[in-house]
């Protein structure tokens, strides 16, 4: 342990403790079994993992990825105007810029899922302003159905999504975009051909934030979908805290990783592409 | 000759500071001009007005008798070689050749013609399918070019493009570009700080000094008949020689003369003029080919620099008393 290795010891302590102990604990517990009370014997079964193919479970797991595909989508759509906007400005006018958009974060999590009933329930804010207008003579449902979670899922990760976008526009050579107009490309199609495919790396990055963290969120569905949309975040949430069946719901968290695992993975294959060029540079010198 | 470019009083300032107080400049058809000029001058500005990257404040800008003043870049008929390439780091070679064929939506087939053949001509061909960064400099550089000219642009814009290359390559590549632009006929703008390739390349050369034309000529007008004492320091190296009330003289250091103080200046060999200064030499510097001389004046502790030659039959060595001489033909006067 020469050259100040001795330095990343308290870092490797602290990662074998809390994470990669932890981790293997709970692989162990999901090919475990469980009493009816709840206490976990660790006699080997894949029961756990075959449960998880039950159509209940896959069901409740199709329509997880479908609102983790649907808010990733979203929250891409919506998040890079947003970042192209804020790398667009004035450069005294960005760091307020991101400042912004990271605000929402200074609050608790929780209570801006609940600021949303606030806004979204019965006699809540919209439905009293639309009725006031008249343009509505019985409140609308706006809570507790898919859709309140699929926003309250945007609303949450947005900023997920704006910030590594922001750091790839941000980073363009804007030179390269005069060189395309001094090629004949509109601004339209220079943002098509140049701007949109150099900014694949931080689209990646946060479309693999937004996706993943989407994918194991309980408190939104929890909070704004009622009893009506379980994600499997809530199921996994259930299995621990009120089903007292650990077993399965470690099976359940570690076919999220994986999948999420996955994800990282293709991620790295994408940014591996970009910058092959540069892999083979280094290479020769 | 025909005109391809004209400026019209053309000024620009960026927010209170003005870079161009006003300039009116007209290129010619077929012609390779060079803005020359310290960093900072305003010659970039004036190259990207031309390609539309930048405004003029006040002023017009013709292209072919066209006033494109208000036209964006990717309706110009001009093409630009950035400083530093600007090449596409996604597409490969011959995909950032292709590029402008696309935008123009010039048919398949005859793109791949003209990508051919300015593949040929920039020697290329080896590489097309490498993406920028697994290229060095100079082939990138080349990419820059073969990327331009494969739009059969009126006129070809190049800013500094071999700044950031060796000095071998760089004058390599400059010859390389004077027969390319010649063999073309093309007009070609170049912008650069470095007067030695401004007077290798160039028919024409434009000097400019805080946005300012300072000098417009031939180089070897511009090397010989400086219009001012800015041009004879820039372009080149320059002695200068000033007395109340007249003109700056200016003399080149080729152009000086020693011989030893002890000379007798009344027995001249013919085609000899009389020392105008006596000094001592105070240093030598060997460039290779010459040695510099420089020499501290008695009447005003100037220093003068000029040149031996390596065949010169008397060597001279620090301290050396000697006299200064040179023929009045070969003095140029200008107004500081």
Redo the contacts between chains.
């Keep these: 342990m020469k050259n100040g290795k001795l330095l990343v010891a308290p870092a490797i302590v602290w990662l074998i403790i809390f994470f990669a102990i932890p981790m293997l604990m709970v692989v162990a517990v999901s090919f475990a079994t469980r009493t009816p009370y709840g206490q976990v014997i660790f006699k080997f079964t894949l029961g756990n993992y075959v449960r998880f193919l039950e159509p209940l479970y896959l069901k409740i797991f199709a329509s997880t990825l479908v609102t983790a595909v649907v808010t990733t989508v979203f929250t891409f759509l919506m998040g890079y105007p947003v970042a192209y906007a804020i790398a667009k400005l004035p450069k005294k006018w960005q760091q307020p810029g991101l400042i912004v958009v990271m605000i929402p974060f200074w609050i608790n999590f929780l209570i801006r899922s609940y600021a949303w009933v606030i806004i979204l329930r019965s006699q809540g804010v919209v439905n009293t302003i639309l009725l006031k207008l008249g343009l509505i003579t019985q409140p609308l449902s706006l809570l507790y159905n898919d859709y309140a979670v699929t926003l309250g899922m945007i609303y949450a990760l947005l900023p997920f999504m704006v910030l590594p976008i922001y750091v790839s526009i941000e980073q363009l050579d804007k030179r390269l975009l005069e060189a395309a107009s001094d090629l004949g490309a509109s601004p339209l199609v220079a943002f098509q051909k140049i701007t949109l495919p150099l900014t694949m790396p931080g689209i990646a990055a946060g479309s693999i934030l937004v996706f993943i963290s989407s994918l194991g969120m309980f408190v939104v569905p929890d909070v704004m979908g009622g009893a009506k949309s379980a994600l499997i975040g809530n199921l996994i949430q259930n299995q621990f805290l009120s089903a007292r069946d650990w077993p399965f719901g470690s099976a359940l968290s570690i076919v999220l990783a994986i999948l999420a695992l996955v994800l990282i993975m293709l991620y790295y294959r994408v940014l591996q592409q970009q910058k092959g060029g540069q892999k083979h540079e280094e290479k020769l010198a | 000759m025909e005109e391809m470019i004209r400026l019209e009083n053309i000024t620009k300032k960026f927010d209170d500071n003005i870079i161009i107080p006003k300039i009116n400049l007209t290129i010619y058809d077929g012609e390779f001009v060079t803005l020359l000029g310290p960093s900072g001058c305003g010659k970039t500005t004036l190259l990207r007005m031309i ?3 930048e405004t003029p404040t006040t002023g017009k800008v013709y292209i072919d008798n066209e006033d494109v003043t208000a036209l ?4 110009r008929n ?3 070689v ?1 400083q ?1 390439y ?5 597409m490969t070679v011959r995909e950032n050749i292709r ?2 064929l696309l ?2 939506k010039v048919p398949r087939e005859e793109q791949d013609q003209r990508i051919d053949q300015v593949l040929y001509l920039t020697q290329l061909e080896k590489l097309q399918d490498r ?4 290229m060095s400099g100079g082939q990138q550089q080349r990419v820059a070019i073969a ?2 000219l494969v ?1 059969n642009p009126k006129v070809l814009l190049l800013d500094e493009p071999l700044g950031a290359l060796d000095y071998k390559l760089r004058k390599k590549m400059q010859l390389e570009l004077k027969n390319l632009q010649h063999g073309l006929g093309l007009t070609f703008i170049y912008v650069t700080h470095d007067q030695e390739e401004a007077l290798t390349m160039s028919d024409r050369v434009i000097i400019i000094n805080a946005g300012r034309i300072e000098q417009d000529d031939a180089p070897n007008k511009l090397y010989n008949e400086p219009a001012s004492t800015f041009v004879a320091n820039f372009v080149g190296e320059s002695n200068f020689f000033t007395e109340e009330n007249s003109p700056t003289i200016v003399i080149r250091p080729e152009k000086i003369n020693l011989r030893p103080e002890e000379v007798d200046e009344t027995k001249l060999p013919e085609g000899q003029a009389p020392s105008k200064y006596f000094g001592t030499v105070v240093d030598l510097v060997f460039c290779g080919n010459i040695d510099k001389v420089y020499v501290r004046l008695d009447n005003n502790n100037q220093i003068v620099m000029t040149y031996q030659y390596f065949d010169d039959v008397k060597r001279w060595q620090i301290d050396d008393r000697v006299g200064i001489w040179w023929f009045d033909k070969d003095e140029v006067k200008v107004n500081a």
Excluded: S
Excluded at chain 2, 72 to 75: L, R, V
Excluded at chain 2, 86 to 90: I, K, T, V
């Design positions: 390609a539309g990257l964006a870049p990717y309706k001009v093409n630009m950035f530093n600007a090449l596409f780091p996604h590029f402008g935008m123009k993406l920028p960064q697994q990327r331009a739009n």
